[in-house]
């Protein structure tokens, strides 16, 4: 039975349960998020730089890490060096592999391409595991428009069943001017199809403008979705549709929303790496330590 006093000791507690319970309908604020910042090395292609080369000059201008590409990874295998020394030369460095740029047809329609580039992902991820690498970009390289979205939800899904086989998880990738998958719209479609947690959308600057997807989109996915995001901009002199990617500027230069990115991107509430990725042959003739010494600067006006 209630005693008064244990209901006048309820009535002194009752004002300090009010201002610690949480309230119904209320978010709790979002931690924003950290950055990592990467180099994708594109963007100094023209340089012909070695990647022990680039692995240095990551270090010494301030990089977490790197973006190669396969066929970079593979020309340096070709010289009789092996994944372990490549592997020391990056750790040494405290340099990360972050995520690797390759080609493999997994999504295409003609069910013996899709074949050849399923096994030639699962080859490429082997030689990316044994790295360190935990990320490959998958575009829809080999696709003819229009294309069945559902279907390459399925061809996904079994693209991150591959991922975890072999410890190295698939960026599902749109390129603003490829006909048959350039639009955040048809990946956030195919990522969805898959019904997967470990979908994960590589979106860049220069293609959702590119690809007419725009900004605002990015807003609607969660932190969980991306880990890597492709950092450039693009020149408001060009119409849109004629725009390439030798065209790409450095992060702030162009016409990009890159504060309001910059904002979006920071309200995911988990680390992100932005990636700097350039083809711009004016870059190429530039002094390589410069290039991505502007290119970080550059960046981390923003992020």
């Not at 020394?85 to 391409?113: H, N, R, Y």
Request: net charge negative.
């Amino acid at each position: 039975m209630t005693t008064r006093r244990n209901l006048l000791k309820t009535l002194a507690l009752a004002p300090l349960a009010a201002t610690t319970a949480p309230v119904f309908g209320q978010t709790p604020q979002k931690k924003e998020s950290s950055f990592k910042f990467s180099l994708n090395t594109s963007t100094i292609r023209g340089q012909k730089l070695s990647l022990p080369q680039i692995i240095e000059l990551c270090a010494k201008t301030g990089y977490d890490g790197f973006e190669p590409w396969m066929m970079e990874i593979q020309a340096y295998l070709e010289t009789g060096k092996s994944v372990a020394s490549l592997k020391k030369l990056a750790s040494d460095a405290g340099v990360e592999f972050f995520d690797c740029i390759g080609f493999p047809t997994w999504m295409a329609q003609d069910e013996a391409k899709s074949k050849t580039g399923f096994a030639q992902m699962e080859t490429e991820m082997g030689i990316l595991a044994d790295l360190g690498c935990p990320r490959v970009a998958a575009p829809a390289i080999g696709t003819e428009a229009p294309i069945d979205l559902l279907q390459a939800g399925e061809k996904y899904k079994r693209l991150l069943d591959l991922g975890r086989k072999t410890g190295v998880m698939p960026q599902l990738e749109f390129w603003g001017a490829f006909p048959s998958f350039y639009h955040l719209g048809q990946a956030m479609a195919v990522a969805a199809a898959a019904n997967d947690q470990d979908a994960k959308i590589l979106a860049d600057v220069y293609h959702l403008f590119r690809g007419g997807s725009g900004f605002e989109g990015m807003k609607m996915l969660d932190g969980h979705a991306i880990d890597i995001f492709h950092m450039n901009d693009f020149p408001t002199e060009i119409p849109r549709t004629e725009q390439q990617d030798k065209d790409r500027v450095f992060p702030g230069d162009g016409g990009a929303p890159m504060q309001e990115l910059a904002d979006t991107l920071k309200s995911k509430g988990k680390p992100i790496i932005l990636s700097l990725e350039l083809f711009n042959p004016t870059y190429y003739t530039m002094d390589a330590e410069y290039v991505v010494k502007t290119g970080l600067e550059k960046m981390k006006r923003f992020f």
